[in-house]
């Protein structure tokens, strides 16, 4: 079973351009999840969607936009990259039926904005 | 707001020791507190989940403890082994907030 899995791998990014990080799940969970993970800061959410057709913002979501079209992806877009937003990204998913919300996540995209 | 302490100073133990990491938290108690292991260059993994009327929990080598009066969760690793080196988050989870996760503490088990 793949789970989760996102693309590209790493991707190196001129300030300006924009990008979008792919994420697909073959779990049929109904949320998903975009984090990022800095050194020393953990994991914050940015965007989140508890179901298809409806996303919601987290902790960190200036800068970026999804899309939540099918219960299986969820892009993750960054309209004008710039610096601070060279971190690894990652993708989860977690049944979201009520209760514990134990996630899956996918493997990372490294992004390095120059 | 709700904030997740992990000691940011790396654990170094001798293997077959047992390891024990600590996650702290200030307001209000979670509903369940879990803990995800992370290799580097990997997604973290899920290990083991406690809930808020649960003092312990345990799977094979891992043990988890919950104190709601200290807002405390210990994580214990029975016999650890070199391959237990990761780096090991905690994170809280309560009805109505989304998942709130920790910087995490790494761990070195030396043969």
């Known amino acids: 079973t793949a789970g989760i899995t996102q693309a590209p791998t790493s991707q190196i990014l001129a300030a300006g351009r924009s990008m979008t990080l792919r994420c697909t799940q073959d779990m049929r969970h109904n949320a998903m999840y975009w984090y990022r993970q800095d050194l020393g800061l953990g994991l914050r959410l940015i965007h989140y969607s508890n179901t298809a057709g409806t996303t919601g913002k987290g902790e960190v979501p200036d800068g970026y936009s999804v899309s939540r079209a099918n219960t299986d992806d969820f892009p993750l877009t960054l309209a004008s990259a710039v610096p601070s937003q060279t971190s690894v990204y990652f993708c989860a998913s977690s049944e979201g039926t009520g209760g514990a919300d134990t996630q899956y996540f996918g493997p990372g995209t490294r992004l390095t904005v120059l | 707001s709700q904030k997740i302490e992990q000691n940011s100073e790396a654990l170094n133990i001798q293997e077959g020791k047992t390891a024990t990491l600590t996650c702290n938290y200030t307001?209000?108690?979670?509903?369940?507190l879990q803990w995800y292991r992370q290799d580097p260059g990997r997604g973290p993994v899920f290990l083991l989940l406690i809930r808020e009327n649960e003092k312990e929990k345990r799977k094979e080598r891992l043990k988890v403890t919950f104190d709601t009066t200290l807002k405390q969760s210990l994580f214990h690793i029975t016999a650890s082994q070199p391959a237990d080196s990761a780096t090991y988050l905690c994170a809280l989870e309560r009805w109505g907030f989304k998942t709130i996760f920790g910087a995490g503490t790494r761990l070195f088990v030396k043969a």
């Open positions: 307001n209000y108690s979670p509903a369940y």
